[in-house]
């Protein structure tokens, strides 16, 4: 049984009430996020940042992003009335009331009233696999709220014309929707693989995505492990997570 909550340095987030938990890949992709946008010089020059976390779950990403960018607005949507609660008691009790708002809806028919210099999502992930009892998990994980095609419509809807696109995918899927980005004008400028440990194979895969320009740049691939050969934290996750994770310095 999972915890009901899961305490970082600066917040702690409660998951009881939510059929997604907090899992090692959704830190390491909220705290990869964080980590490229603070440093990406583009946006200190706008004034006015905002945010659009599509099924935020827990709240779990925008409070990674708002500890690393607090000159950000961030709208943070779910569609699960139960999971959108906890998500807001999650942000009231973190020193980012002010900066992250929870939206209770359904990101494709939503009416957001703005565009988004950056979109992040961790998506349901998996497709014509065994699901769960549970309703509710089967939301959380499978395609039964939001398919990736519907996520294209709405990145292509409330996407800043020079924002930027991350998600979090399983390995196996990430050609998939390459091919589906593209063919929508999303240019993946960046694929980040990740492996569960140095001598495994990938699991998940990071694209970061903008929409295509006139001239078409090379996709920079990176990997990253989450444990060394040895078992212990790998030294590019300990740099990623040390301000997030208690017991990493």
């Not at 999972?2 to 090692?24: G, H, I, L």
């Not at 609660?85 to 809806?105: F, T």
């Not at 359904?106 to 961790?122: C, M, P, Q, T, W």
Request: net charge positive; glycine share 4%.
């Amino acid at each position: 049984m999972a915890n009901p909550f899961f305490r970082f340095k600066q917040f702690c987030v409660r998951q009881d009430k939510s059929s997604m938990k907090v899992t090692t890949d959704a830190c390491l992709f909220g705290a990869l996020v964080a980590d490229l946008i603070s440093a990406h010089h583009f946006f200190s020059e706008i004034p006015e940042k905002n945010m659009l976390d599509v099924g935020t779950g827990t709240g779990l990403l925008s409070l990674m992003f708002a500890q690393k960018n607090p000159g950000w607005q961030i709208d943070a949507i779910e569609i699960d009335n139960q999971t959108a609660l906890q998500a807001k008691e999650n942000i009231s009790q973190s020193p980012w009331n002010r900066q992250i708002q929870i939206i209770l809806g359904d990101a494709r028919s939503y009416r957001f009233e703005k565009k988004y210099h950056l979109v992040i999502s961790n998506p349901p992930f998996y497709e014509k696999e065994i699901k769960s009892p549970d309703p509710l998990m089967n939301i959380a994980k499978h395609q039964d709220a939001l398919t990736l095609n519907e996520l294209i419509l709405i990145v292509n809807n409330v996407l800043h014309a020079d924002g930027y696109f991350f998600i979090l995918l399983p390995y196996k899927r990430f050609r998939e929707a390459t091919g589906k980005f593209q063919e929508n004008r999303l240019y993946p400028e960046q694929v980040i693989f990740i492996k569960p440990a140095v001598h495994k194979n990938y699991f998940r895969a990071v694209l970061k995505c903008r929409f295509m320009k006139n001239k078409v740049q090379q996709t920079e691939i990176k990997e990253i492990y989450i444990q060394d050969i040895n078992g212990n934290y790998s030294e590019e996750f300990m740099r990623l997570l040390k301000d997030y994770y208690l017991y990493l310095s």
